[in-house]
């Protein structure tokens, strides 16, 4: 049973650019989170998909959007760049029981670097 | 908004010692989940809390979920070079808020 994949596993880019990171949630699960790590901290919300809708957003820009497919899948995307969106983007997937005790298990991350 | 404060942000422990990190939320958590986190790697689920005053142990870990369900702690019995890496507690489910984390080092 494959966990969550993300990729690619590092990315290079430059300041005013854009990228697009991709994840597939583990087997069963129907709903994809994405958080950002600085380096040092905790993960940060960005936001939260469940049948290809957004449905809960942290406080991140709207340079920040993202999409979910049929196949539960995800991207994130992260236009025009700022050296401070350095980090790793970790996606997460759970599956939406209706009830508060779905957990969230995360796969291996993207690192972005923004020189 | 809610915040999770996490103390100490880093614990140097030698190897056979115990080790406590505690978390403390500014509201009152549905439940709490606590991550482990290797270098280099990604946060790995340990265990959820929902009761208040609950009690869940996993080998040499105990988790502990406070009574006004605002605050947790994990300790680790005797500490193993395996242990190393930064603990996460975090709540509650759907958007899970992080908190900073206590980065372990066990010396051996």
């Known amino acids: 049973d494959a966990g969550v994949t993300q990729s690619p596993t590092h990315l290079i880019k430059t300041r005013g650019q854009q990228v697009t990171l991709r994840c597939s949630p583990k087997s069963g699960h129907d709903t994809v989170s994405w958080y950002q790590q600085a380096l040092g901290q905790g993960p940060q919300f960005i936001f939260q998909y469940y049948e290809e809708e957004e449905r809960q957003r942290g406080n991140f820009p709207d340079r920040f959007s993202g999409h979910q497919f049929p196949n539960y899948s995800s991207e994130l995307n992260v236009n025009a760049l700022l050296l401070g969106d350095s980090a790793l983007y970790l996606c997460?997937?759970?599956?939406?029981?209706?009830?508060?005790?779905?957990?969230?298990?995360f796969g291996p991350g993207t690192r972005l670097t923004v020189l | 908004g809610q915040q999770v404060m996490q103390i100490p942000q880093y614990q140097h422990v030698q190897e056979g010692e115990d080790f406590t990190t505690y978390c403390n939320s500014s509201?009152?958590?549905?439940?709490i989940q606590w991550y482990k986190q290797r270098p280099g790697g990604h946060p790995v689920f340990l265990i959820q809390l929902v009761k208040s005053g609950e009690v869940k142990k996993q080998k040499r870990l105990t988790f502990q979920f406070g009574e006004a369900k605002k605050n947790s702690s994990l300790h680790i019995t005797a500490t193993q070079t395996t242990d190393v890496g930064t603990y996460f507690c975090a709540g509650p489910t759907r958007q899970l808020t992080f908190g900073s984390g206590t980065q372990l080092t066990v010396l051996p």
């Open positions: 509201t009152t958590l549905s439940n």
């Open positions: 997460a997937s759970s599956y939406l029981s209706g009830e508060l005790t779905d957990t969230q298990y």
